[in-house]
Each structure stands twice: as C-alpha cells, then as structure tokens.
C-alpha cells in the first residue's frame, strides 16, 4: 500500500518559517516527481512547487517565487518545503503528491497524495 | 479563482447519477486528453479515480466514469452511495505557463 505520510505543520507568525516533510512508502520514491499542493479555507486546490525524480528540476507558483523551496532525498524516500517568509494567506492545509508523468513540469495526473498538514500563519 | 471552472454543489439521492462538470479553454482540457479527477473526504488523502478523461485506476468503483467534450470534461456518478458524498477536484495538463490546473471542486451531497 502507498503512504504519503506529511509533518511539519502549525501555528507561526508572519515573517516566519516551517519545513514540512512528506515521506513515502510502498512505492520506487525515484520514480515519481513529487509535488506539494495546499487548500486554503474555503478554496479549492493549488499546486506550490514541483520536484523532478532526480531533483533536477523544481517549479513553483510564483505567489512562493524566493520564499519557499522544495528538496528530496531519494535515500530516504523523502520529500520536503522550506517555507520561509511566510504571509497570512500562506494558511492552508498542505499536501505532498507523487506523480509519475509529468513534462517541463506539466503533471498528466496526480497518483498518490498523503492526507496533509495544517500551516496556519497568524499573530 | 480556479483556473478550471466546477459547479460548487451537486446532490442527489442514493441510485441515481449526478454528472460534475469541469469547464477550461484550448490550453487545458480543449487542447489534451489528460483530465484526471480526484475524490477527497475532508481529513482524509485526496485519491485519483480517473486519469486521461476517462481511465479508471486498478480498484475504483466503475459506478465512475469520465468523458470529455470540447473544453468541458465531465465526471459521472451512477447508483450514488452514501460513501460517495465528498468533494471532486478536477485538474488538466496545461499549455499555459500556470504548469498545471484545478478546478474549484465540487461539493457532492448524497439526499
């Protein structure tokens, strides 16, 4: 069974950062680009950042642009997003998501997400 | 605002079908058959039920079942179950420099 298992999420302040982490189990991790996705209250789904099987290349939204990065280590089946700076509309629950096609960044679908983790971003 | 447009409620009662619409342009769902759709039960993870307009994973009831006209891609829901009430995500590849799309998502309620 695949597991996408997300940690890293609470409460900070504006200005502020987190790191999130999403390790995986039950399926070749190398094999899969790896994106992170987060819903805001009320709203629907957006992707953040994107990371190629090999780490070669990384997307993101450009509401994140030189705020947020994404990393994997592939020995351990991991993914994660250092969030630095971050603003209140940053608040949302965050999701890792394993995709296996995907072309200059462009991911034909989503197979396997995790269940998420809550970034709220409040004084 | 989604770039991929979805009704924000549909219900219906247990046994019938409800059809969620998906509506893009040329650049997304018009231009590619890689619509996929995914089922989410708050709390829980999001799960694929359909990739390439209308491809069901290994496992998924085929009470689901998706299709694609010009812009707008659809999802169908036939013999409703209680199980089914959840939110439905629909996403495209995109030709646009956005590098992928979903829409709002749609609030199933089973009457």
């Known amino acids: 069974e695949v597991q996408l298992v997300e940690s890293g999420g609470g409460l900070v302040q504006p200005g502020g950062s987190l790191r999130l982490s999403c390790a995986a189990s039950g399926l070749t991790f190398s094999d899969y680009w790896m994106t992170w996705v987060r819903q805001a209250p009320g709203t629907g789904l957006e992707w953040v950042a994107k990371?190629?099987?090999?780490?070669?290349?990384?997307y993101y939204v450009d509401s994140v642009k030189g705020r947020f990065t994404i990393s994997r280590d592939n020995a351990k089946n991991s993914v994660y997003l250092q969030m630095n700076s971050l603003r209140a509309e940053d608040t949302a629950v965050y999701y890792c998501?394993?995709?296996?096609?995907?072309?200059?960044?462009?991911?034909?679908?989503?197979?396997?997400w995790g269940q998420g983790t809550l970034v709220t971003v409040s004084s | 605002q989604s770039a991929l447009t979805q009704p924000a409620s549909v219900s219906g009662s247990p046994g019938q079908s409800i059809t969620i619409s998906c509506a893009g342009t040329?650049?997304?769902?018009?231009?590619?058959?890689?619509v996929s759709w995914y089922q989410h039960h708050p709390g829980k993870a999001p799960k694929l039920i359909i990739y390439?307009?209308?491809t069901r994973p290994s496992g998924v009831s085929n009470r689901f079942s998706g299709s694609k006209s010009g812009n707008t891609a659809s999802l169908t829901i036939s013999g409703l179950l209680a199980e089914d009430e959840a939110d439905y995500y629909c996403s495209s590849y995109t030709n646009s420099n956005t590098r992928g799309v979903f829409g709002g998502g749609t609030k199933v309620t089973v009457l």
């Open positions: 998501a394993s995709s296996r096609y995907c072309t200059d960044g462009v991911c034909s679908r989503f197979d396997y």
């Open positions: 390439d307009v209308s």
């Open positions: 990371i190629k099987q090999d780490g070669a290349e990384k």
């Open positions: 040329s650049s997304d769902i018009g231009g590619y058959n890689f």
